[in-house]
């Protein structure tokens, strides 16, 4: 397989456990939230982090890769989605938000080094920026809960 093939291969699969660890935070803030709208949120963008992790996995398929299928087990973004689940056993609210604001500016920051690829091919550069926009989205939705 070419380098450059290789190379793009990482990036997705790095963005593929990003949102596997995503997706599991949002599920469990859902669960350890009280209010209805925001817990109808959480389950939104855990749903939306499962659809943005096939997206990508068909990238890899696609470069005859071998896709990603769970979550990082290292690394600061697991880390980030980790105090998720210790302000859920706190039970409180903003502890949460906090935690999932760490977590989206943290897949924020991934999103642009992977932007930077010079090698992807135009649909996987169109699919991951839209990927990051709807990110940032989100982020904008989770801080108005602090406000």
Known sequence: MEQQYQESIETYNNLIRICADGKEGYE???KNV?????????????QERAQFMEQLQEQVA????EPEHEGSVTGSLHRSWMDIKAALTSGNEESIIRACITGEESAISE??????????TPAARQVIA??????????????????
Do not use: N, V
């Open 28 to 30: 469990h803030a859902a």
């Open 34 to 46: 009280e209010d209805p709208t925001m817990q109808m949120t959480f389950r939104r963008f855990a």
């Open 62 to 65: 696609q470069l005859e890769g």
């Open 111 to 120: 999103y642009e080094a992977a932007l930077k690829d010079t090698h992807m």
């Open 130 to 147: 839209e990927q990051y926009s709807k990110i940032k989205q989100a982020l904008a939705t989770i801080k108005a809960y602090t406000i």
